[in-house]
């Protein structure tokens, strides 16, 4: 019997049971994916975060990232919680480093009470995406963003059409692995968004640290400013700090650890 550890972390939340959960498993090497896919199944969280320190020197760590039904290029909420891991058990160091398979190397630094994480900036473009906005329930005109990465940016006029959507989840699912971002002009902050990947296995995601990093360059450039507040109005919720650094887009927040234990399989 394998016995690993686990530690639960709630991302961009202030106090336990808001934000967004992840599970965090270091490893003394990599399992086989079919395992690791297996282990994020049966957490059935937004995401489970495993960590190997990186033998090449590129990073402290290498880092990878399963949702219950796929691993993702980018997840910026269990990057956040893994830095949280690594720095919470070692209060001498202020930052860690990740080196991973597609998005490059990625940091988390302590900043005040919370951290601060570095992601690569994906800025958008403009894309007719008809079927996507359907699917979301949206009517009217909208405006449409594309990210390679597989990420739909759908922008409308204000917070309440992003907080009254209720998507059409079946016919999101059959367009593939596909992120959907909805955002506007927030009303208690700069911006508010909500974030939907059934194809994932997630309905809505509670706080996407990987959609921000697509929404900083295009509300940087719509507000004619580097910094800005978020929003992310899930039922648990979550606030981010955003701010675009040239290439890179820089995200705030604070994380709870929830529960510790062992998985044994």
Sequence with gaps: MIRLPLTQIDA????????????????????????LQAIALENNLSETAFLVRDSTDAADF???????????ALCGHATLASGHYVLSGDRA?????????????LSVARDGDGYALGLPAWPPTPTPLPAIVAALGLAGAVESLWYETGYALIVVDH?????????????????????????APGD?????????????????????GSAHAVMTPYWAKRLGRDAFTAYQASARGGHVACRLDGDRVVLGGRCVTV???????
């Excluded at 498993?25 to 079919?34: M, N, Q, R, V």
């Excluded at 880092?63 to 993702?72: Q, S």
């Excluded at 309440?160 to 909805?182: E, F, N, R, T, Y």
């Excluded at 909500?194 to 309905?203: A, E, K, L, M």
């Design 259 to 265: 529960m510790e234990g062992s998985l044994f399989f």
């Design 93 to 105: 160091r202020d930052r860690v480093t990740f080196r991973t398979r597609k998005a490059g190397i």
């Design 62 to 72: 290498e880092l990878r990232w399963f949702t219950p039904g796929a691993e993702v």
């Design 159 to 183: 917070a309440d059409q992003v907080k009254a959507l209720v998507p059409d989840q079946s016919a999101l699912a059959a367009q593939g692995p596909l992120v959907a971002i909805v955002t």
């Design 188 to 208: 208690e902050t700069d911006v508010i968004s909500r974030v939907f990947t059934p194809y994932y296995g997630i309905p809505e995601d509670p706080v996407t």
């Design 12 to 35: 961009f939340a202030e106090r336990p049971f808001t934000g967004n959960p992840a599970a965090v498993i270091p490893l003394d090497a990599w399992l086989d994916d079919g395992l």
